[in-house]
T-cell receptor
Framework: AQTVTQSQPEMSVQEAETVTLSCTYD???????LFWYKQPPSRQMILVIR??????QNATENRFSVNFQKAAKSFSLKISDSQLGDTAMYFC?????????FGAGTRLTVKP | ETGVTQTPRHLVMGMTNKKSLKCEQH?????MYWYKQSAKKPLELMFV???????ENNSVPSRFSPECPNSSHLFLHLHTLQPEDSALYLC?????????????FGPGTRLTVL
C-alpha cells in the first residue's frame, strides 16, 4: 500500500520569505502522480501543484514549486514570497490509477 | 469554488438517525469520490464511482451507503452511525478517474454524531 508522510505538523514563515514543506512517500510503483493540495481555514481544498512521476523536471506554478526526488521518494513544496493568503493546511497526496492517498497535512501560518 | 457543491454544510445527528449527504458537480466529470477527514488523520478515501459504477470501497462500514444516480450527483446515506464517525466528509470529482486526473473538491459536510 502507498503511504504518504508529512513530518512537519506545523510551520510558520514571515511574509515575503520562502518556506519548504516536506513530503515523503512509499510505493513500489514506477508511474504515478503527486499532488500538493491547500485547505485554507473554513474553505475547500484546492489543488496547488502536481507532478508526474515520469517527468524529471520539477513542476512550477507561479510562487509554488516542487523538488521531486524520485529515487528518494521525496516531494517537497517550496513557497516563495509567502503571502498572508497562503496560511492553510497543506496536504501532500499520491495517486496511482484511481486510488489517492494523502499525508496528515502541515499547518502553515504566514506571519505579517 | 462552485464546481463541486455539497449539502448540507453542517449536520448533527443522533446514532439512531438516518440522513444523507449530497454532492453535485458542475464540471462535466465522470468520476466522483467520498473522503473522510478526521482530526489529525490523513484523508481517507471511502468510495469511488467511475461512470456511475462503484470501483473502490476501502473497507468502509456498511452504515455508510453510497449512491450515484448519474455522473453529476453522489450521495452518502448514513444510518446508525457512531460518535467516531464525526468528521468532515469531502466529495471530489475528476474527469475520468484515471491516472492523469486532478481531483476537485467540494467544501465538505461537517458531521457530528451525538
Amino acid at each position: 500500500a502507498q503511504t504518504v508522510t508529512q513530518s512537519q505538523p506545523e510551520m510558520s514563515v514571515q511574509e515575503a520569505e520562502t518556506v519548504t514543506l516536506s513530503c515523503t512517500y512509499d510505493t513500489s510503483e514506477n508511474n504515478y502522480y503527486l499532488f500538493w493540495y491547500k485547505q485554507p481555514p473554513s474553505r475547500q481544498m484546492i489543488l496547488v501543484i502536481r507532478q508526474e512521476a515520469y517527468k524529471q523536471q520539477n513542476a512550477t506554478e507561479n510562487r509554488f514549486s516542487v523538488n521531486f526526488q524520485k529515487a528518494a521518494k521525496s516531494f517537497s513544496l517550496k513557497i516563495s514570497d509567502s503571502q498572508l493568503g497562503d496560511t492553510a493546511m497543506y496536504f501532500c497526496a499520491f495517486m496511482k490509477r484511481i486510488d489517492m492517498r494523502f499525508g496528515a497535512g502541515t499547518r502553515l501560518t504566514v506571519k505579517p | 469554488e462552485t464546481g463541486v457543491t455539497q449539502t448540507p454544510r453542517h449536520l448533527v445527528m443522533g446514532m439512531t438517525n438516518k440522513k444523507s449527504l449530497k454532492c453535485e458537480q458542475h464540471l462535466g466529470h465522470n468520476a466522483m469520490y467520498w473522503y473522510k477527514q478526521s482530526a489529525k488523520k490523513p484523508l481517507e478515501l471511502m468510495f469511488v464511482y467511475n461512470f456511475k459504477e462503484q470501483t473502490e470501497n476501502n473497507s468502509v462500514p456498511s452504515r455508510f451507503s453510497p449512491e450515484c444516480p448519474n455522473s453529476s450527483h453522489l450521495f452518502l446515506h448514513l444510518h446508525t452511525l457512531q460518535p467516531e464517525d464525526s468528521a468532515l466528509y469531502l466529495c471530489a470529482s475528476s474527469h475520468e478517474g484515471g491516472l492523469t486526473d486532478t481531483q476537485y473538491f467540494g467544501p465538505g459536510t461537517r458531521l457530528t454524531v451525538l
